[in-house]
């Protein structure tokens, strides 16, 4: 099965048919590999990791010129290396000017103004900065500054970012880190109705978790906290792309406005067309931010990150509202992420080959044990990997192996969630119907591969009755989305262990400063 793409790769092999790899490849120059390529990724694929030198629309080549289909990488939202974005920075780059407390002319800047147009009319203000973590933290300065408040009501399990002012906002990384929760942070139990403590068969569920998040904001505003905003992504993707029932997340800001506190939506992941049916998720759960964050995404992975904000709330930032502006580049960027959008129709794409996707998954669900649950819309889904779909036991072990034949089978996968045991997909928005048959066609023959021997269960609990790992192996990067960490020494593991540890104690170390 393996296949040598050559000097062209996508024109060549046989799984390139598509218009947009056609079109990318006739502007391409021939590959040059690096002399020596760089190390390769443990972060998806724990064995025989991959090394990834190049990559076009939505697939990747390694050091041999091989092929691989990418089913994770949502930050290259319209295609690895579009040319639209490739030339867009190339042109205004030429023409930077740095300069320090000098007000530069950057002219009639577009994309702020065709951002309003695809947003509601008062988020009118546009702060721009280089990450999503950034952005992130901008938006909890302004929610404080705005409400005079200090507190954040966050989901449980939630990732907003890596930088150490944020890290109590995302439950996933404290835990991850063993960092304390902050006395300002309360956290919500996220609304997950497959193995959440209320579940898809109990018709009170969602009311449930309401009424829980409800008593916790209560006893906080008791003991005298002031809650400044709630943040979420309205369909959360790095926890395994849990969506929770829109009536919770209506109620919900409910709860958080009637506090005084704003509601910030986190569309990092999910906005631009992703979930196909709407340009941002908070618009299919019929809810309305105060504050939105774009990240990476909105530059195809260009450093550029936007909060839109309304002009009353942004004031607060007084003269400093200087320090976020819209730069040439990022203009230019932007204008051009949103032009392929809007041209190759990639958001009705979403939609369309979503529910392809959709609708196969379900069929690989019901033939296959070991998938739980499927979950998902437009080009965002999270496939549950479970021991048995009566035990619902996570089964990471059969996940990281499902990943790894996967890779062999040349495409890219990643497994999310607590237990790592959910398979995910968020793909370039490039990502066609052929693509997406291929995928299911290997998914299916991998699973029905799946070797029993080793994972042998037992039947009445569900669980493996063979001595399996299930914990992550020593010194293996814990997999965000979207975040490749390029491995430090090719076979030295125990390099890689003490790079953790030192990031672990920086992590720890900035943490500690923010308290
Ligand atoms: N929010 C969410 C939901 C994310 O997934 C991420 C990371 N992809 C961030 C915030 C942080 O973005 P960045 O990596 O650009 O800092």
Redesign the pocket.
Known sequence: MRREAEACGAVMSGNCQDKNTMQMCKTQKPLKLPRKSSKSCHLHHEQSPLKIVRASYQYMYDDTNSEYLDCVNS?SHIGHCHPAVVEAVSVTMDSVINTCGWEIDYGDLRYPKELHQILPDHLDTFLFCN????A?DLALQLARLYTNGTDAVVIDNA?????GSIHHLSPKVAKSNNITKADWVHIVTMPDLYRGPYQEDDPLAVDRYVADAQDLIDKAQLTGRKIACFIA?PML??PGCIIPPSTWLQEMYRMVRETGGLCIA?E??TGLGRVGSHFWSFQAQDVTPDIL?M??PVGNGYPM?SVATSRDIAAVLGERIKEYKCTRVMDAVGCAVLEVLQQDQLMDSAAEVGAFLKKELVRLQKKHEYIGDVRGRGLMFGIEIVWSKQSKKPAREIADHIVNRMKEEYVIMANEGNSRNILMLLPPMCFTQENALLLIQRLDKVFTELPSHRFSRDHATGLPTDNVNTQPAIGVCEG????MQPQLDDDDDSIVSSRDKVELEHAQQSYEDLD
């Open positions: 930050v990450s999503g973590s950034e992130v990732f907003h970012g890596s930088i992504e993707t790095v986190d990092v992941q964050i990240g990476k990150a965000r989305l979207g975040i």
